[in-house]
């Protein structure tokens, strides 16, 4: 396996780690120009963890699939915040959204092409799959706005133990408004404006597919937030599908398992094949 680290999404001297990623490429079965890429975007309560720190997941589903797996870094919430050091929604996403457009036209280490750039399945775990809903759904006032080569290109959406609304998660866990929910957010006294229950799939790129994975050992996020986000994306949305049955591990614990990459790895196969 090929492994490549630290290579900036936005140009910056020195290079900002905040905004570099790592990819992670198998040796190919097939020509790799006609493999897909996966993207995986961590959790971390937006003010935590590092692209390094899911290495390991990452060359398991390179290893299951034959697809290269990227892992990016994103700017974070400062646990002590100032009003000039302030990381708040939507920059982790803004970040993102731009190593995403960065990804689609990336020729590779070498300008040498490494992955079939059409053909995108995206993974968010817990925070991740807020800051991924928040760009792939379109809000009223929408600050995140993919371009159209980006909706085309991503062919499905796979979430694990995500935060979808942000009021019914402060309902179960109230201490998680002081924890990390008023750093990433700011005080509120509702956080409605920030669900991404309330913004919907952008209907003119409906061949996107979602996945919705929970644990039924995740005592961190309760089921409620992926049962919620499963019935708003089965209202709105043409492919949805859920697997809140098959792993008993903690909410990080999946990603070290080898069910969570079988389950994922096979719906990538499944769902996103290689192109002709």
Request: net charge negative.
């Amino acid at each position: 396996m090929d492994e490549y680290t630290n290579i900036p999404y936005i140009p910056s001297h020195p290079p900002d780690d905040f905004q570099t990623f790592n990819i992670y490429i198998p040796k190919p079965s097939r020509p790799r120009n006609t493999s897909g890429l996966i993207c995986f975007i961590h959790g971390g309560a937006w003010r935590s963890e590092d692209k390094l720190d899911h290495a390991a997941l990452a060359r398991r589903l390179a290893t299951f699939t034959g697809y290269a797996v990227a892992v990016p870094n994103y700017r974070l919430s400062p646990r002590e915040m100032t009003e000039h050091n302030a990381i708040r929604h939507p920059d982790h996403a803004k970040d993102i959204l731009r190593f995403l457009e960065f990804i689609i036209t990336w020729q590779g280490p070498y300008g040498t092409s490494v992955y079939n750039s059409n053909n995108l399945c995206l993974m968010g775990h817990s925070c991740g799959a807020h800051i991924l809903s928040s760009i792939f759904l379109e809000a009223t006032e929408d600050p995140l706005r993919p371009s159209p080569e980006l909706l085309n290109s991503t062919k499905a959406i796979i979430m694990s133990e995500g935060i979808y609304d942000i009021d019914l998660l402060l309902s179960s866990f109230p201490t998680y408004r002081d924890w990390f929910i008023e750093a990433a957010f700011g005080p509120r006294s509702t956080y409605r404006e920030v669900s991404v229950m309330t913004m919907n799939p952008r209907m003119e790129y409906n061949h996107l597919r979602w996945l919705i994975v929970h644990s039924k050992g995740d005592t961190l996020i309760d089921e409620a937030q992926s049962e919620a986000m499963y019935q708003h994306l089965l209202r709105n949305a043409s492919h949805v599908t859920r697997n809140f049955e098959q792993l008993i591990e903690e909410h990080n614990d999946i990603l070290k398992s080898v069910e969570f990459v079988k389950l994922v790895g096979q719906y990538i196969i499944d769902n996103v094949p290689p192109c002709t």
